[in-house]
């Protein structure tokens, strides 16, 4: 929406004139990727250090992983196999007219255990509110200064996070829940039954050791979090405050869902936008308010200030009422790197039954410088929760060069009512090449510019074609002029046609223009 109030009356000014243009919009987008498909794709998602819970590889002997238990020893110095298997084997066990389990079987294989889903996005929307002014001054006949000041009245980004369970690999999480609750219910039934009292003293001391350190809330070994976690650990419950951002307790829950709504809440805010300024010139022929040849050609040049708001450094100690670190709820306003622009454009034009008919083209080009960032804590992109983790993979910095963008325009405009009321259709294209990323992980680095199946279906380089519709009413004829002011005021309306990797925006604009001289 930036430089919407822009009037494009006249692509140059007269040497000495003003033109003063306040602009308000606002806009209702939702995001589109590949294939015109709304929201954000599936993404691949695993918190990859928690699978060492289930099997620690880094340390065989983890009392923490959930293999091997069958060889566990107990404080007795006895394993626990060889403790079942002692029942199993007893009178007791055969009046009682069950076996327990000995722990033995194993249901994860012998290589890393990957444990995933999908996150998912269906409803990602942007609304904004923006007041523009666009200030212009004819240095000499055909050569015209440029500024827009653009701000941001509201902005609010909001997104509909959820978890699909997916994929998981040398894991058979059903098998291993479904045997150790039957294992669980089959102690709890030894215990309470009449042949319970048959077994030694001994043997009852150690069995009653392998159920509270197994199927006890804090028993050494417990396998509680595993089974109350279901065969979708992520979306079921995390058990670890090294996953839980908001607790140091190693017994609150947590899953993904509460993750994203924590590191990506809805976002608001407010404030000034990146500024743009630059020099428009006449090339060839003459404007239109100059009305000596049919044609002008004009050449531009600009430059994009980044003044607009981007993320911060991430400050555990700096949050809100709800113990939120303030980096997450910041709403990014600009692209945060200077910008340049370099711009062709031009007009045909005549008076047909006195009525004015042009037709206007315009390209642009816009070239973007590298700029530095600091990274936004999130486990998208990282698979971890932990924030030295994610500096320690990124680096406290990384560098962005952003995409370079080719835009085009061709429009009419036709006099309805001679020097009183003018309509306008304008089609514009955006093409956006994919950004570069720079930091200490080049699989991130993949990661954040997409286009990859490392990050599937998504892209920075993105495609939009939209359409523009115009009503003006002019009051700048000098010679019918009602009031001491000349102006022009513009409703128009943007509609998207084709969108693909960014926001598809709905836009509607009231600008107002006004022209002074000083001599």
Known sequence: MTGMAASQSHFTLPKNVWRL????????????????KKGLYNERFSLESYTQRYYDH??????NDLVALGSVTMSSGDQVKDIVDAFNNSSAAAAWGKLLSDFSQDFFGPDSIFIGGYITNPNRTLKESLVDIGIEYGLTDKVTFFINIPYYASAQQQNQWGWQPGFSQNVDLEGFIAYHDTNKVRFEGLFQSDAYSAVSFSLRQLLESVYENFYTQGGKYSLLWALTAGSDPYGTAIYGAEY?????SDSVVTTIDSLLTFYHPDRRTSGLGDIRWGFNA??????VWAGESVFSVYGGIGMILPLARIVQQYDAEKGDTTGRPAQ????????GVTQWSFSLFG???????????????????????????????????????QYDSVIKEVGEVYRVKRGDVLSAQVAGFIELIPDRFSVSLAQEWY???????????????????????????????????????GLVVHNIHPLKTIGPVPFELELSAVLPVITRHTWRRFIFVLSFSTYFQFW
Do not use: C
């Open 328 to 335: 997450f709820n910041q709403l990014v306003l600009g692209d």
């Open 347 to 385: 007009e045909f034009y005549r008076t047909i039954l006195n009525r004015m008919m042009r037709f206007n083209w315009r390209t642009d080009y816009l070239f973007s410088q590298e700029g530095k960032f600091w990274p936004r804590m999130t486990p998208r992109g990282f698979f971890t929760v």
């Open 244 to 248: 839980s951002p908001i607790s140091d």
């Open 21 to 36: 243009s306040l602009g308000g919009g606002v806009s209702d987008s939702d995001w589109i990727s590949s294939g015109g």
């Open 282 to 287: 006449l090339l060839l022929g003459s404007p």
């Open 431 to 469: 093409l956006k090449r994919r950004d570069t990323y720079y930091s200490d992980s080049a699989r991130w680095n993949e990661w954040m510019a997409g286009g990859t199946e490392l990050h599937d279906k998504y892209d920075t380089r993105f495609f939009l074609v939209s359409q523009r519709f």
């Open 58 to 63: 880094s340390n065989r002997d983890s009392e």
